[in-house]
C-alpha cells in the first residue's frame, strides 16, 4: 500500500487555498519528528488528500481515476489508497483491482494483519500519524517489498467513516518508529500488566517489524523479552553489552533514566553489507511492573545524511 505524489495541482491548490484559516484537523502539520525529506512529504502528501475527501467526499476520487495511467512513472513518488474502516478497498490509485473488496483479513507474507494493524494505529495515541510497517508488492511485481504506511482517519461529508493512507517502499526507519513502538508497549503494559507481554513479543504484532523488535529487561539486566530470540536458557546480561567501539550504551542509557521516563543513546555496530561502522540508536523507557522496575526498548538505524 505505497503512494504517487501526483494530482490535479489545479484542485489542490484551490482546496489548500480554500482552507488557510480552517483549524480542523489543522492543515498545517507538526512533521519536526522525522528527519528524512521522503517521511515529511509523504505524511504531508497524505494529511492534505484526507482533507481534500473530507471536504469534498468520495466524488473527488474521480479526478484521480481518470488519471491513473500517471501512477507507476519515475516522476511519481507516491500514490494513496482510501477504504472503509471495516477494511473494504474504496480507492487504490496503484492497484485498481483491489477496488469492492474486502481486505480486513490480509495477512503479508509475515503474518502480518494490515488492515488490523492499521484500524489499532489510528486509536493508538502515540501514534499520531499511524504508521504500520509490513511487506507489500509493487503494482506488476512479485516478490515482496518492505513498507511503512501512514494513515488519516476521515469522516466524508456524507458520514462514511474511512481511512486514508499511503506509503514509502524500501523507508528509512525513522527514529519515531520505535518512540511510537516503545511508548506504546510502555502504555499496554501500565493498561494490563504481566498480561501485556505476550502481546508485545508476538511477531505479527505492531512491536515487531522487520529488524527492528521492542525487547524489555529489568534493573538486574535479565530479559523478560529477548530482542533476538525468544530463548529463556540464553546466558547474556544486557547490561554488559559493549558495542563496536568499547561503549557500555545500556549502563549510560540507564543512568539518564535516573532523571528521565525516557532515554536516547548511540550504539556502534557492524554494518550489514559493508562490515563497517555505522551509528544506530536504542530508545528505552522504564515502567513498574508487578512491583519492579523494567526497561522497554527497541534499536534501530541512527538517521545519516542525506535527508531525502
Request: charged share 25%; glycine share 6%; with cysteine.
Amino acid at each position: 500500500m505505497p503512494g504517487i505524489r501526483y494530482g490535479c495541482i489545479i484542485v489542490i491548490f484551490a482546496f489548500l487555498s480554500a482552507c488557510m484559516n480552517c483549524n480542523k484537523n489543522g492543515l498545517s502539520i507538526d512533521l519536526s519528528m522525522y528527519q528524512y525529506n521522503d517521511t515529511k512529504s509523504l505524511v504531508k502528501y497524505i494529511h492534505e488528500i484526507s482533507l481534500l475527501i473530507e471536504r469534498d467526499g468520495l466524488d473527488c476520487l474521480q479526478n484521480y481515476r481518470k488519471k491513473r495511467n500517471r501512477y507507476g512513472s519515475d516522476s511519481m513518488d507516491y500514490y494513496f489508497y482510501v477504504y472503509d474502516i471495516k477494511g473494504t478497498n474504496v480507492f487504490h490509485a496503484g492497484m485498481p483491482e483491489l477496488e469492492g473488496k474486502d481486505l480486513s483479513e490480509i495477512e503479508d507474507k509475515s503474518g502480518r494483519k494490515i488492515t488490523e494493524l492499521v484500524i489499532e494505529a489510528l486509536d493508538n495515541k502515540n501514534n499520531p500519524h499511524a504508521w504500520v510497517h509490513y511487506f507489500w508488492w509493487e503494482p506488476g511485481r512479485i516478490y515482496p517489498i518492505p513498507k511503512s504506511s501512514c494513515h488519516f482517519r476521515v469522516k466524508t461529508p456524507d458520514g462514511s467513516d474511512i481511512f486514508v493512507g499511503g506509503g514509502i517502499d524500501y523507508p528509512h526507519e525513522e527514529r519515531e518508529f520505535i518512540r511510537i513502538i516503545v511508548d506504546s508497549a510502555s502504555d499496554l503494559i501500565k493498561a494490563k500488566g504481566a498480561d501485556a507481554l505476550t502481546k508485545i513479543s508476538d511477531p505479527t504484532s505492531q512491536f515487531n517489524f522487520r529488524d527492528i523488535r521492542v525487547f524489555i529487561f529489568d534493573s538486574s539486566g535479565q530479559f523478560l523479552i529477548q530482542p533476538v530470540v525468544d530463548y529463556s536458557s540464553a546466558e547474556f546480561n544486557v547490561l554488559d553489552f559493549v558495542d563496536e567501539s568499547g561503549h557500555k550504551p545500556i549502563r549510560s542509557a540507564l543512568k539518564k533514566l535516573e532523571k528521565s521516563d525516557y532515554a536516547w543513546e548511540i550504539i556502534m555496530a557492524k554494518n550489514r553489507y559493508k562490515r563497517q561502522l555505522v551509528k544506530k540508536t536504542v530508545y528505552i523507557r522504564k515502567e513498574c511492573l508487578e512491583g519492579r522496575e523494567i526497561y522497554i526498548s527497541a534499536i534501530t538505524d541512527l538517521p545519516q545524511p542525506p535527508f531525502n
